[in-house]
């Protein structure tokens, strides 16, 4: 990528070095970035709300290969989604991605509105989704604020540490009037990649941060990190029994269901659920429109 010549006279000093530190550092040859397109970002994004990066690359590749716009998704059976899906977790993420391709067939003809109102109207999108799909897809001034922005900007702004939870409005208004005009695509990626490698939550590397001679925060020693909370183990989570009966189900054949006593003994050995428990994990899973049970046997949604 070019450095950020054009129009560089109108880009504050704080735009211009940030933007030229993504010149060099930034992570411009993931696959979403590298090729872009409204589709593209829609599937980026929602593979990426709740996964790594690292992850989510070569899934992505995968996904779009198989299922190469809103037309061919839309047309996909639920059951083939799931399973292109495997890997990434949160499962009820693939049906709500098919979801909004049938609806952007159905009611733009496969073309992604740019209008606020009309992104907001479709399926699974909120205002995060809506502003990253118009920053990331046409490069209109909107401003996604996750969790690295909204810690960026609360550092940079308000000299404060941003807290869990949702940004508040005042915050995401402030994140909109520091976008450069033209430039929301690099620029929101930029504080991204920044809040990812950077200025991090707990350990920020502010002397090699290039908005150091802008942020109220950087005089400010970083917080000591807090002791770490004792967790359950995953394995013994609820996540992770939902996701090892969706992969089970990704095995069987089309067309083939399972008995719910058959699935609890091929997975006895790697859950700790008794069969009861199970059977109620999977009525959840129907509830979600993941599975269809039909009496004691289960599959995969067709």
């Known amino acids: 990528m070019a450095e950020p010549m054009t129009g560089s006279r109108l880009?504050?000093?704080?735009?211009?070095?940030?933007?030229?530190?993504?010149?060099?550092?930034?992570?411009?040859?993931?696959?979403?970035?590298?090729?872009r397109s409204p589709y593209r970002t829609v599937v980026s994004e929602s593979m990426?709300?709740?996964?790594?990066?690292?992850?989510?690359?070569?899934?992505?590749?995968?996904?779009?290969?198989?299922?190469?716009?809103?037309?061919?998704?839309?047309?996909?059976?639920?059951?083939?989604?799931?399973?292109?899906?495997?890997?990434?977790?949160?499962?009820?993420?693939?049906?709500?991605?098919?979801?909004l391709a049938k609806a952007v067939m159905e009611r733009h003809a496969g073309a992604l509105?740019?209008?606020?109102?009309?992104?907001?109207?479709?399926?699974?999108?909120?205002?995060?989704?809506?502003?990253?799909?118009?920053?990331?897809?046409?490069?209109i001034d909107d401003a996604p604020v996750d969790t690295n922005v909204a810690r960026i900007v609360s550092r940079v702004v308000f000299g404060v540490e941003r807290r869990s939870g949702a940004p508040p409005q005042t915050l995401v208004e402030h994140a909109r009037r520091?976008?450069?005009?033209?430039?929301?695509?690099?620029?929101?990626?930029?504080?991204?990649?920044?809040?990812?490698?950077?200025?991090?939550?707990?350990?920020?590397?502010?002397?090699?941060?290039?908005?150091?001679?802008?942020?109220?925060?950087?005089?400010?020693?970083?917080?000591?990190?807090?002791r770490a909370r004792q967790r359950v183990p995953f394995e013994r989570t609820t996540r992770y029994a939902r996701g090892r009966i969706i992969d089970r189900l990704r095995d069987l054949p089309a067309g083939r269901r399972?008995?719910?006593?058959d699935l609890h003994g091929q997975l006895e050995t790697t859950l700790q659920q008794s069969p009861e428990e199970l059977r109620g994990i999977v009525d959840d899973l129907q509830r979600d429109g993941l599975v269809h049970c039909n009496g004691e046997s289960v599959a995969l949604p067709e």
């Open 11 to 35: 880009l504050t000093p704080l735009q211009r070095r940030l933007l030229r530190w993504y010149c060099r550092r930034g992570r411009a040859n993931l696959p979403w970035r590298a090729q």
């Open 48 to 99: 990426l709300a709740q996964t790594q990066v690292e992850r989510v690359i070569p899934k992505f590749e995968s996904f779009v290969r198989r299922f190469g716009d809103f037309a061919a998704l839309a047309a996909a059976s639920p059951a083939d989604v799931l399973r292109e899906w495997k890997g990434l977790g949160y499962n009820s993420r693939a049906l709500r991605l098919r979801d």
């Open 113 to 139: 509105p740019t209008q606020l109102d009309a992104l907001l109207a479709l399926p699974g999108i909120g205002p995060y989704s809506a502003a990253a799909i118009r920053a990331f897809a046409f490069n």
């Open 178 to 226: 520091l976008v450069p005009r033209r430039r929301a695509h690099d620029w929101s990626s930029a504080l991204m990649d920044l809040g990812a490698a950077v200025c991090t939550a707990r350990a920020p590397r502010c002397l090699i941060c290039p908005l150091k001679q802008d942020c109220a925060a950087a005089p400010v020693a970083p917080e000591p990190a807090q």
């Open 258 to 261: 399972i008995s719910l006593l």
